[in-house]
């Protein structure tokens, strides 16, 4: 079975821009979480998706945003991007089939450098 | 709210040892899960072993294996026989077991310990 997949791998971008990243689940999951990763801030929650809802939000500005479609593929969206918008960008899927939380998988993430 | 703590920036062992990474973490909740996960030079994410809170049973994955302590809030991995390969980040992440409100699809994470595997 194919893992979680991530595009673009890498991306620069300039102050002001907006960008979009694409993440593909594990087929058969329906829940897509989202983190960015910094050297500063570590691993902190932005969002999850779940049958295109968005259930949970980190405390992100709302300039980050995201959605899910029907085959559950989410995408997120930064608008008016910040220096401090560089970052890995993480996606994680998974089965999300009970009323308990299911082990997350990660893709191989995004890297945005914004110039 | 939920914390991960991971007191040991960097560690290195010699390739074929035991090494042993910490983390505690806080929380008021009695079902959850607990994480290890590895970040390699390629910075994919990979999971290494998982522990439910309400098993004591503690988990092992082939060379690896954790011990968990719930009263204590320790939840340390215990890496055997360690390889080139094992050199990496190592995450140690809490998410709460029943899903719902501002718990769906949250992985709290610690700050990470560099682990380097010597020759």
């Known amino acids: 079975k194919a893992g979680v997949t991530q595009t673009p791998r890498y991306l620069i971008k300039t102050r002001g821009q907006q960008v979009t990243l694409s993440c593909s689940p594990i087929s058969g999951h329906r829940s897509v979480s989202w983190y960015q990763q910094t050297p500063g801030q570590g691993l902190q929650f932005l969002f999850e998706?779940?049958?295109?809802?968005?259930?949970n939000k980190g405390n992100f500005p709302g300039r980050f945003s995201g959605r899910q479609f029907s085959n559950s593929r989410s995408e997120m969206n930064v608008s008016t991007l910040e220096l401090g918008d560089s970052a890995l960008y993480l996606c994680?899927?998974?089965?999300?089939?009970?009323?308990?939380?299911?082990?997350?998988?990660f893709g191989p993430g995004t890297r945005l450098l914004v110039l | 709210a939920q914390t991960v703590t991971q007191s040991q920036p960097e560690m290195s062992v010699q390739e074929a040892e035991t090494v042993t990474l910490s983390c505690t973490y806080d929380?008021?909740?009695?079902?959850?899960?607990l994480f290890w996960y590895k970040q390699p030079p390629s910075r994919q994410m990979i999971l290494v072993i998982r522990?439910?809170?309400?098993?004591?049973q503690n988990a092992t994955e082939n060379r690896f294996s954790v011990n968990f302590q719930k009263a204590a809030k320790s939840f340390s991995l215990k890496i055997s026989d360690s390889q080139l390969g094992d050199t990496a980040m190592y995450f140690c992440?809490?998410?709460?077991?029943?899903?719902?409100?501002?718990?769906?699809?949250?992985?709290?994470f610690g700050q990470g310990t560099i682990l380097t595997v010597h020759p």
């Open positions: 998706y779940f049958s295109e809802t968005q259930r």
């Open positions: 929380t008021s909740e009695n079902n959850y899960y």
């Open positions: 992440a809490f998410i709460k077991a029943n899903a719902g409100g501002t718990s769906y699809g949250k992985l709290t």
């Open positions: 522990q439910e809170a309400y098993k004591q």
């Open positions: 994680a899927s998974s089965l999300a089939n009970s009323g308990s939380q299911e082990t997350q998988y």
